[in-house]
């Protein structure tokens, strides 16, 4: 398998521009996270689906954060309009057995964005 | 709330030796499982090793072992052997309704 597939690797915008970024789950993978990593703040959850449905959204840091998972094999995370302090590297994450699971969560190489 | 504490942010080892990361959580699951994951440069994170919170016996991967006192709540990480391919941030972490993750250990492999 290719593994957790995520795209762009780099991006760099300009505040108030619309970011999105895109990720595509190891197949079979019923699980997808999405993780923002910072130096100040470690790694985050910010959304997680099961079954294309979004299960636990309360670490999206507010209303510019949108995720969607149209299908199993591929998910979404949109900010509108970007700020300079949402950069930071996005992970997204795929698993078989989901979180309270025994499973390994598989990371992506992750987006660095970049807002100026 | 579940918390992972890593209180050691920067390591060093010399090359061959041995070094042990330390990891602490909290966590009010009765049924969890705890990982650390290694982050090299190229910033993907990796699965080095899983131990099942209800298995007494300590898991080992190669040169990797933990040491997992749970009454204590410490899952530390003793690499053998060290090598320079092994410099990289390792992160624990430890299930429950979501996967908690620690701040890091940045460890630098001396030659």
């Known amino acids: 398998d290719a593994g957790v597939i995520q795209s762009p690797r780099h991006e760099v915008t300009e505040m108030g521009q619309e970011v999105t970024l895109r990720c595509k789950p190891i197949?079979?993978?019923?699980?997808l996270f999405w993780y923002r990593q910072t130096m100040m703040r470690g790694l985050e959850l910010l959304i997680y689906?099961?079954?294309?449905?979004?299960?636990?959204d309360s670490g999206m840091p507010e209303d510019r954060f949108s995720a969607k998972m149209p299908n199993a094999s591929f998910s979404t995370l949109k900010i509108q309009p970007s700020e300079p302090r949402d950069s930071a590297v996005y992970f997204c994450?795929?698993?078989?057995?989901?979180?309270?699971?025994?499973?390994?969560?598989?990371f992506g190489e992750g987006s660095r964005l970049t807002v100026l | 709330a579940q918390t992972v504490t890593q209180s050691q942010p920067e390591m060093s080892v010399q090359e061959a030796e041995t070094v042990t990361l330390s990891c602490t959580y909290d966590?009010?699951?009765?049924?969890?499982?705890l990982f650390w994951y290694k982050q090299p440069p190229s910033r993907q994170m990796i699965l080095v090793i899983r131990?099942?919170?209800?298995?007494?016996q300590n898991a080992t991967e190669n040169r990797f072992s933990v040491n997992f006192q749970k009454a204590a709540k410490s899952f530390s990480l003793k690499i053998s052997d060290s090598q320079l391919g092994d410099a990289a941030m390792y992160f624990c972490a430890c299930t429950g309704n979501q996967f908690y993750f620690g701040t890091g250990t940045s460890l630098t492999v001396i030659p």
């Open positions: 966590t009010s699951e009765s049924d969890y499982y």
């Open positions: 197949s079979g993978h019923d699980y």
């Open positions: 994450a795929s698993s078989t057995r989901g979180l309270a699971g025994r499973g390994e969560l598989f």
């Open positions: 689906f099961n079954n294309n449905v979004p299960i636990d």
């Open positions: 131990q099942e919170a209800y298995k007494q």
